[in-house]
């Protein structure tokens, strides 16, 4: 899927991906999560990459594992906060370490990053 990073791209990036995993047969839980952490990872995408650029976000199903990338035009490298509760952000990378089996990023060769995470949905 590709959308414009834009404020409405998470929640259409959230709806995409949920279909897909469920498409593919993973429900409950597993499938909530994998949406919360796909919208944590496009929302940003659109707040750290350059705004109106594309944002490529894919899906893959291999057996019980799920991996979600989310590849943006912007040069940032994720890191895991862990602000203070009174701050308004900076929680979403914290819920991608805590929920995902595996994450990591990568740069892209073009100039961009790609973040990604996995659930292994047996876990």
Not at 79 to 100: I, K, N, Q, Y
Request: no cysteine; charged share 20%.
């Amino acid at each position: 899927m590709v959308l414009t990073a834009e404020r409405s791209a998470p929640r259409q990036a959230r709806h995409w991906v949920m279909r897909a995993v469920a498409d593919a047969g993973v429900g409950g839980a597993s499938n909530q999560v994998i949406e919360l952490l796909a919208g944590e990872l496009v929302s940003n995408a659109v707040v750290h990459g350059p705004a109106g650029e594309p944002v490529r976000v894919a899906v893959r199903v291999d057996g019980s594992v799920v991996r979600v990338a989310v590849t943006d035009r912007g040069g940032g490298v994720p890191r895991v906060r862990h602000p203070g509760p009174t701050e308004p952000s900076g929680r979403g990378m914290a819920l991608v370490d805590a929920l995902s089996t595996a994450w990591g990023s990568a740069q892209t060769p073009g100039g961009g990053t790609t973040v990604w995470f996995e659930v292994d949905t047996d876990a």
